[in-house]
Nanobody
Framework: QVQLVESGGGLVQAGGSLRLSCAAS????????MGWFRQAPGKEREFVAA????????YYADSNKGRFTISRDNAKNTVYLQMNSLSPEDTAVYYC????????????????WGQGTQVTVSS
């Protein structure tokens, strides 16, 4: 089992930045590909970004490229999502997810999910 706990969400004005963190515990973190997803009210959960087990490969949703950066620190069992130039359209609950694999996963096919952290961007 892997437990994931997100933090760092909050209220920010448009154009601002936030850094989300996801702390993992339970198994060998470095064996896991990690992803960030988000779900806005009334919408389906969607892919935001993903990173391979060693951080060598990263993928982003087209809407986030150039604004968001995913990274990880395997020594701290933590994955991050740096979000810049936020807009009200980024308002959502953000979830991190984990899957024990060597590939990068950009779909919902993750085995473990956190409880989410709310990000609200005001105009």
């Amino acid at each position: 089992q892997v437990q994931l706990v997100e933090s760092g969400g909050g209220l920010v004005q448009a154009g601002g930045s936030l850094r989300l963190s996801c702390a993992a515990s339970g198994r060998t973190f470095s064996s896991y590909a990690m992803g960030w997803f988000r779900q806005a009210p009334g919408k389906e959960r969607e892919f935001v970004a993903a990173i391979s087990w060693n951080g060598s490969r990263r993928y982003y949703a087209d809407s986030n490229k150039g604004r968001f950066t995913i990274s990880r620190d395997n020594a701290k069992n933590t994955v991050y999502l740096q979000m810049n130039s936020l807009s009200p359209e980024d308002t959502a609950v953000y979830y991190c997810a984990a899957k024990e694999t060597v590939v990068v996963v950009t779909t919902m096919r993750y085995d473990y999910w956190g409880q989410g952290t709310q990000v609200t961007v005001s105009s």
